[in-house]
């Protein structure tokens, strides 16, 4: 039983290593390792197919489109299409409205986003190379889009990259702690996660909505996801042919979180069951694939997909030091712990820690702050989450969320600009503490 200890120990302090050696790379800037932070922004060149897969979205639809219809790109070079997926309301009707292309489906044996993307992507040309556009962009009905986002991808497309995900900010942090935990989680995927990786040289992955994709990667690898989690498949789809996914932190899509604490569990549930999925159909062999060619991109892409197997097999392992300490011990963490007597101090203060130094890197808005407190709370519910979803994997129906939150772009710019002006205050009274004081002249 000794050999069973070191063996499953040394795993968990490996895993928390690595995993706490992409939080370090990620407290750095773009700028530190010189990755896409180029300031010459190009001319407009590429022509994009934005698209907007909608379930029953009427109440929210309206202020992405009016937000499409004044993005600084010449608009003779991007055209809008909503995908109205099996809507009972007037979703197609409110999108009629604007100056968009409505694509209308109704299909109760395929439901869900990745079917929608495949109607989209087909409908255009994308799949058979008939396309009149150079890349398809993605946005999900409840956001709102930053105006320089099509400069972007513009930019980095020119730059060669063919995967690009944004950075995914949220609408509503500040609604209550279910908002705010839920937007911690995403800000910490963006820095730690997709940042750390991006600069790193290894794969970022795309997140759902934010995204661009271009033609000639939907040409050669098609739209044919399976899973809940079709955005993470198709990165791991494009890993299998060396495509990485970018990351581009310059500009940002605006997501809905859910208000209500069931709401958040139930959008989770039908991740963890993606993910999972996705891990059982496609790490074995990207791991193989990786190790075979000694590529560190796809062996990372591997082993990144174990991170909710880990927090469950973390959690059993924990519970059985508990109630069987005489056969089940922790022999390579004790010793960590016990020589390196800050790693010990730290590890327990992390949940709170990670989050709260967001708020201090990424500027992000001060009334959330107060909700860190319960940050492992909304954290430790995964586990549940988790367990549940390995017992009902085989559960592959559209589980959809419902959004409410109608702002507007005005609404975000008071927002940012809160925070812009309180982060200038931050720095102003940093240089004032680091100020070497003069010398007092004494008269004797």
Not at 45 to 64: G, M, S, T, Y
Not at 147 to 160: A, H, I, K, S, T
Not at 388 to 393: D, M, N, P, S, W
Not at 430 to 435: L, W
Request: proline fraction near 4%; charged fraction near 25%.
């Amino acid at each position: 039983m000794s050999a069973l200890n070191y063996i499953i120990d040394s795993f968990l302090v490996l895993y928390t290593i690595y995993y706490l050696t992409f939080v370090l790379i990620g407290l750095f800037d773009n700028d530190l390792f010189r990755r896409g932070k180029d300031e010459v922004s190009r001319d407009p060149e590429n022509r994009f197919a934005v698209f907007v897969p909608a379930h029953n979205e009427a109440r929210v639809i309206n202020k992405l489109l009016s937000n499409l219809e004044n993005l600084d790109y010449p608009s003779s070079l991007y055209d809008v299409f909503v995908i109205a997926d099996n809507c009972q309301d007037d979703t197609a009707k409110m999108a009629r409205r604007h100056d968009v292309n409505v694509l209308e489906r109704q299909n109760q044996e395929e439901k869900g986003k990745g079917y929608a993307l495949r109607f989209g992507f087909k409908r255009l040309g994308f799949l058979d190379g008939t396309a009149e556009y150079d890349a398809a962009t993605v946005f999900d009905a409840d956001n709102l889009v930053e105006d320089d986002f099509l400069r972007v991808m513009n930019d980095r497309l020119q730059e060669g990259e063919k995967l690009i995900q944004s950075y995914v900010d949220s609408k509503n942090p500040s609604d209550n702690w279910v908002t705010a935990t839920f937007s911690m989680m995403f800000w910490i995927n963006d820095r730690y996660t997709l940042l750390s990786r991006y600069n790193a040289g290894l794969s970022a992955v795309m997140m759902g909505t934010g995204m661009c994709i271009s033609a000639e990667t939907l040409e050669e690898i098609g739209w044919d996801t399976k899973t809940l989690t079709e955005d993470l498949e198709y990165s791991i789809q494009a890993l299998f042919r060396g495509i990485k996914t970018s990351f581009a932190r310059e500009t940002k899509v605006f997501d809905e979180k859910p208000v209500s604490f069931f709401a958040s569990c139930r959008q989770r549930l039908r991740w963890a069951r993606g993910q999972l999925s996705v891990l059982k159909n496609y790490v074995p062999g990207l791991l193989y694939q990786g190790i075979k060619e000694a590529n560190p991109v796809k062996i990372d892409g591997g082993i990144r997909l174990f991170q909710m197997p880990f927090i469950m097999f973390y959690f059993l392992v924990t519970v059985l030091r508990w109630a069987l300490p005489g056969i089940f011990s922790g022999p390579v963490f004790n010793y960590v712990v016990s020589n390196i007597k800050l790693f010990g101090a730290i590890l327990p203060l992390m949940p709170f820690i990670i989050p709260a130094s967001l708020f201090i890197l990424d500027r992000l808005p001060e009334e959330a702050f107060k909700y860190v407190v319960l940050f492992p709370v909304f954290m430790y519910s995964w586990i549940a989450i988790l367990y549940y979803a390995v017992f009902t994997l085989d559960r592959t129906e559209w589980i959809h969320t419902s959004h409410f939150r109608n702002i507007d772009k005005k609404e975000l710019k008071a927002r940012e600009l809160v925070a812009a002006v309180s982060s200038r205050s931050i720095e102003r009274e940093k240089s004032k503490s680091m100020a070497i004081p003069r010398a007092t002249k004494v008269t004797m």
